[in-house]
């Protein structure tokens, strides 16, 4: 499977009569963006804005990040989502570099839901205040869900895809400022000298442990609820394969740009042939039931001895609960002789004296930690908010709350909030963006 990904470097953006692009500039036709978005009649209210780094903006409650695209022979860019399911992976997709689509609810936030900020203290916790970016803010008439403290977040997700494929197609006839190709040989069929690399797999484990439809992450469409482990081709991945749901505390989120450019696959491909033999990816999923998470942990471990892997790496998207298949997982691989890391964020508490993950192991020996989504953190007023930043206090918001004894609302009256690192969108990076790193006392 041969990917080639076509990359354009935006260095601005602007809104114009024509969406087109030239020389860095990105242009955007305001009213065709919108009416794309419009297109699902849901949509009640949309606006967009640009925003780009340093800018003192704050974003909340924020929804997705997605990397405009678009592939060209005309499929669509998120196969079995956004168009008709077909193979990802192959042939040449152009992509719109350093910059995003964000999208941002006007009104109603919820558990899955953060914040960025593209200026000050804040931007530091954010791989995207780095990034230029395209704001979608809308709302939507889904009012069953405004004010469940878990939503779907349907529509606004949707449109945020929509809208990233039609920026995407400005590009699609022109040639690109650099082509990257990812191509892997099949397993059996390498050379001696790649075979006689350590070889390595890299396990992922995208949120898929809501029993409802409509919560998780999609691969090709499909709830991952319903998979089993599944051995992937990485350009699979980077290719659009897999879409960000709407479940799992903010920080510990992966947003479908995160799928997009994954850093940990990227690197393996960097190496592969060099240093190592990058076998693939087994594509995991998160249970609730204990029999379940064991169930998943064994196919792993059987498709990693299968493939020949000496060492795998397994990252996990969420805490709490998906702790005990992440342990599991990595347990099973050990049991099978497949020397494993793992990566993961903490829940230490405020204090950062709590067990790290609910579960524990010994064969645990070898943790990457992105950080503890209880830190709290606390920053001064922005003058701009796009969204409605009462969303943080109001609505659930995994590191928000109205009030607390000691440390009073989230948002308070002058615009400064106080929140654990839970509410920072997609803020551990555990994918791979993370810049944290230890500190010894």
Known sequence: MRLEMGNFYVTSIQFGPETSYHEGVLTINKEEALAVVKEDQHITEADLYIVNPGDEVRLCPVKEVIEPRTKLNGAPVFPGYTGELCQAGHGRTHALKDCSVIVVGKHWGGFQDGVIDMAGEGAKYTYYSGLKNIVLVADTDETFEQREQ???????????????????????????????????????????????????????????????????????????????????????????????????????????????????????????????????????????????????????????????????????????????????????????????????????????????????????????????????IELPPMPTVLGELQALARDGLSGGWADDELLGPSVRPDGSIIMENNSMFCGDQVIGWSTKTMKEF
Not at 274 to 299: P, Y
Not at 305 to 312: I, Q, T, Y
Not at 327 to 347: F, P, Q, R, S
């Open 150 to 376: 878990q939503k779907k977040n349907r529509a606004l997700r949707l449109a945020g895809h929509k809208l990233s494929e039609y920026i995407g197609a400005c590009v699609r006839p022109l040639e690109p400022e650099k082509i990257e190709v990812f191509e892997l040989e099949p397993v059996t069929k390498r050379s001696a000298e790649t075979n006689n690399l350590p070889s390595v797999v890299y396990v992922m484990q995208p949120q898929s442990q809501m029993e409802e439809m409509g919560y998780n992450d999609l691969v090709y469409g499909w709830d991952a609820n319903h998979m089993l482990p599944t051995f992937m081709n990485p350009n699979e991945v980077l290719d659009g394969a897999i879409v960000s749901g709407s479940f799992m505390p903010c920080s510990s989120k992966w947003s479908t740009y995160d799928f997009q450019n994954a850093p940990v696959i990227r690197t393996l491909f960097e190496e592969h042939g060099k240093t190592l033999n990058f076998l693939g990816v087994i594509m995991s999923n998160l249970n609730v039931a204990l029999e379940q998470k064991n169930r998943s942990a064994q196919f792993v471990a059987q498709l990693a001895s299968s493939l020949g892997a000496d060492s795998a790496i397994v990252a996990e998207e969420g805490y709490g609960n998906p702790d005990a298949d992440f342990v599991a997982c990595i347990v099973a691989l050990e049991d099978a002789g497949v020397k494993t890391v793992g990566i993961t964020n903490e829940c230490t508490g405020r204090d950062g004296q709590s067990q790290p993950l609910v579960t524990l192991d010994e064969k645990l020996n070898a943790i990457v930690s992105c950080g503890n989504v209880s830190e709290l």
